[in-house]
């Protein structure tokens, strides 16, 4: 069955709705929110600092922003 995929290995960012392989985004630590790599990380730099042992912030917490005012849109 080489077109199956089980649903848990894909999930749907909570920020710009495509779904995305989970290995490649994952969970903020602060707002909980399941984001994909480039709404969790940013950029390649912070992935690595991630790895590295980094805490996993998005970037909206990681600038500052409360999350409601970002999913309020203003
Ligand atoms: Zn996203
Ligand atoms: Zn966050």
Same mark, same amino acid.
């Given at each position: 069955?080489? &077109? &199956?995929?089980p @649903? %848990?290995? $894909?999930?749907?960012? /909570? *920020?710009?709705? !495509? *779904?995305f392989?989970?290995?490649?985004?994952?969970?903020?630590?602060?707002?909980?929110? %399941?984001?994909? @790599? /480039? =709404?969790? =990380?940013g @950029?390649i730099? !912070?992935? %690595?600092? %991630?790895?590295?042992?980094?805490?996993m912030?998005?970037v909206?917490? $990681?600038?500052g922003q409360?999350?409601?005012?970002?999913k309020a849109? $203003?």
């Amino acid at each position: 069955m080489p &077109f &199956f995929r089980p @649903s %848990i290995f $894909r999930t749907e960012c /909570e *920020q710009c709705d !495509r *779904q995305f392989p989970v290995n490649t985004g994952g969970v903020c630590d602060q707002c909980k929110r %399941i984001l994909c @790599s /480039e =709404h969790l =990380h940013g @950029s390649i730099t !912070r992935r %690595i600092a %991630i790895a590295l042992g980094a805490p996993m912030r998005c970037v909206k917490c $990681r600038a500052g922003q409360p999350v409601d005012v970002v999913k309020a849109g $203003r």
